[in-house]
């Protein structure tokens, strides 16, 4: 297979992590003899330091154009007081998810038998945890009418959703769940939101073409709750913007570290992936940022276009990484291993998991990948 794919590295750790998700990619193409072409481009912070921007039309016509998206992380805080709210960085990533049509964010939460322990949550607690969020990311208060008046001193953010919006993503993840535990949970604020009333309707009325499933609800107060008491409890969350933004950062402490998680975002014709983690400017070029989020959603990249015993190696390869140590001081305070020694551990793995030496304190790599 032979895939296009645009890489925006984009601020702060990005271009570090998405390097290594680059590697493992390459990997794959050499094992399983396909081509992957990369294409960088610029967005965020970086974007508007050199033309002006946060998502350039140089770049809009890559993404439009290409098989797929790899995606780093935006952000700067220096942008956080620019009175132009069209220059901050993360403009980039939501004019970029509008303009390609994305709607569904879809984020895995599942630990790592071996990283259980580090999760600030018991081990009875997450051990066997295995659930997707489902967040819509194109309405909502997020892209809804924003107003500020002339003093400054009053403000609001209207939160609108239509029935087509919700009823794309609640055919997305009402079929993903008969492949899996056959269970969604929608979360909302029905109890006070008209939207949140709307979307309940719309997804009840789905949920009659899909009798095999059980539709539960949870206002978003009882669901944030349960996500940390009882995580083994869900299937797919199906969710609006804002709420899907929260709960899923939430939920990542049951993995124990941010940076393990991986995502995507679907559309009718684009498809984006992106590890859920923010651009961390305090790391950036120090190499210590964990790549397995990256590395996970370039993973996922491979499942979207239907390389499933390849996206199956990466996995392994992650796997065995985190069996042997070789990670980053988040995931071991003592660790020897920082960004590029992880990803080309687990590059390297695809590649020939049998020409690998390993011992306790420090990796040796019989092949290497150039990127």
Not at 113 to 122: H, R
Not at 130 to 153: A, C, L, P, V
Not at 188 to 209: F, N, Q, Y
Request: include cysteine; glycine fraction near 6%.
């Amino acid at each position: 297979m032979n895939l296009k794919i645009a890489v925006l590295s984009g601020d702060g750790i990005g271009p570090e992590v998405i390097l290594q998700a680059k590697k493992a990619l390459y990997a794959v193409g050499v094992v399983f003899d396909h081509e992957f072409v990369f294409e960088d481009a610029l967005i965020g912070a970086i974007a508007v330091e050199k033309t002006g921007t946060p998502l350039p039309e140089q770049t809009l016509n890559l993404c439009l154009n290409t098989d797929a998206i790899l995606f780093g992380a935006v952000d700067d805080s220096k942008y956080d007081a620019v009175s132009d709210s069209k220059l901050r960085p993360i403009q980039g990533l939501l004019k970029l998810r509008q303009a390609l049509g994305l709607y569904a964010n879809i984020r895995p939460i599942k630990p790592y038998n071996d990283l259980l322990d580090l999760s600030p949550l018991k081990r009875k607690i997450i051990e066997g945890a295995d659930f997707i969020i489902f967040r819509e990311i194109s309405g909502g208060s997020y892209f809804s009418e924003k107003k500020t008046n002339e003093q400054g001193t009053l403000a609001s953010d209207l939160c609108e959703y239509s029935e087509e919006e919700i009823i794309r993503i609640s055919h997305l993840a009402f079929r993903t769940a008969q492949k899996r535990k056959k269970k969604v949970t929608l979360v909302d604020k029905a109890s006070i939101l008209e939207t949140s009333r709307l979307w309940r309707k719309v997804v009840t009325e789905i949920a009659e073409g899909y009798p095999d499933v059980t539709l539960e609800f949870l206002l978003v107060d009882n669901a944030a709750m349960q996500i940390i008491i009882n995580p083994k409890q869900f299937d797919v969350i199906l969710t609006e913007n804002l709420f899907g933004d929260i709960l899923s950062d939430e939920a990542s402490v049951i993995t124990g570290s941010i940076g393990l998680l991986p995502s995507a975002s679907l559309g009718n014709s684009s498809a984006l992936f992106e590890p859920i983690h923010g651009s961390y400017p305090e790391a950036k070029r120090k190499n210590i940022a964990n790549p397995i989020a990256s590395i996970v959603s370039a993973a996922m990249l491979l499942e979207h276009f239907g390389l499933h015993i390849e996206s199956q190696k990466v996995y392994e390869a992650v796997h065995k990484a985190i069996e042997l140590n070789v990670v980053t001081a988040d995931l071991n305070p003592y660790s020897k291993f920082g960004t590029n020694e992880v990803g080309d551990f687990i590059s390297n793995y695809i590649l020939s998991k049998d020409d690998l030496y390993f011992k306790s304190d420090n990796v040796y790599i019989g092949q290497s990948t150039i990127v």
